[in-house]
T-cell receptor, first 111, second 114 residues
C-alpha cells in the first residue's frame, strides 16, 4: 500500500520569507506523479504543483517549487516570498489510482 | 462549465438515519471518487469508480455504499448514520484513472451526525 507522510503538522513563516514543507512517500510503482494541494479555510482543494516521477528536473510554478529526491522518496514544497494568502493547509499526495494523501501541514503566515 | 458539484453542502443527521450525498460532473470524466476529511487525518478514500457500472472500495468503505449508473453521477449513500461519520466529504473526478491526470475536487459536503 502507498503511504504519504508529512512530518510537520504546523509551520509558520514571516511574510516575504521562504518556507519548506516536507513530504516523504512510499510506493512500489515505477512511474507516478506527486502533488501538492492547498486547502484554505474555505476547504476548497487547490492544486499547487505536480511532479512527474520520471522527470529529474524539479517542478516550479511561480513562487512554488519542489525538491524531488526520487531515491530518498522525498518531495518537499518550497514557498518563496510568502504572502498572507499562502496561509492554509497543505497536502502532499501520491498520484496513483487512487490518489493517497498525507495528513497535511498547517501553514501560518505572520505579517 | 460547472465542474464537480456536490449537494448538499451542509447536513445534520440523527444517528441511524440514512442519506445520500450527491456528486455530479459535467466533464465526461471516467474516474470519480469520494474522500472524507477528518481533523488530523488528511483525506481518506471511501469508494471510487473507473467508469459507469464499476465501483471499488477505498481505505474506509464501511458504512457507505456507492453506485455509478451514469458517467456523470456518483452518489454516496450512508446506510445508517453514526457519529463517527461526522466529517467533510469530498467528491473528485478525473478524465481517466491514469495517475498523471489532473483531479478536480468538489467544494465539500459538511456532515454532522448527532
Amino acid at each position: 500500500a502507498q503511504t504519504v507522510t508529512q512530518s510537520q503538522p504546523e509551520m509558520s513563516v514571516q511574510e516575504a520569507e521562504t518556507v519548506t514543507l516536507s513530504c516523504t512517500y512510499d510506493t512500489s510503482e515505477s512511474d507516478y506523479y506527486l502533488f501538492w494541494y492547498k486547502q484554505p479555510p474555505s476547504r476548497q482543494m487547490i492544486l499547487v504543483i505536480r511532479q512527474e516521477a520520471y522527470k529529474q528536473q524539479n517542478a516550479t510554478e511561480n513562487r512554488f517549487s519542489v525538491n524531488f529526491q526520487k531515491a530518498a522518496k522525498s518531495f518537499s514544497l518550497k514557498i518563496s516570498d510568502s504572502q498572507l494568502g499562502d496561509a492554509a493547509m497543505y497536502f502532499c499526495a501520491s498520484g496513483n489510482t487512487p490518489l493517497v494523501f498525507g495528513k497535511g501541514t498547517r501553514l501560518s503566515v505572520i505579517a | 462549465n460547472a465542474g464537480v458539484t456536490q449537494t448538499p453542502k451542509f447536513q445534520v443527521l440523527k444517528t441511524g438515519q440514512s442519506m445520500t450525498l450527491q456528486c455530479a460532473q459535467d466533464m465526461n470524466h471516467e474516474y470519480m471518487s469520494w474522500y472524507r476529511q477528518d481533523p488530523g487525518m488528511g483525506l481518506r478514500l471511501i469508494h471510487y469508480s473507473v467508469g459507469a457500472g464499476i465501483t471499488d472500495q477505498g481505505e474506509v468503505p464501511n458504512g457507505y455504499n456507492v453506485s455509478r449508473s451514469t458517467t456523470e453521477d456518483f452518489p454516496l449513500r450512508l446506510l445508517s448514520a453514526a457519529p463517527s461519520q461526522t466529517s467533510v466529504y469530498f467528491c473528485a473526478s478525473s478524465y481517466t484513472p491514469d495517475f498523471w491526470e489532473t483531479i478536480y475536487f468538489g467544494e465539500g459536503s459538511w456532515l454532522t451526525v448527532v
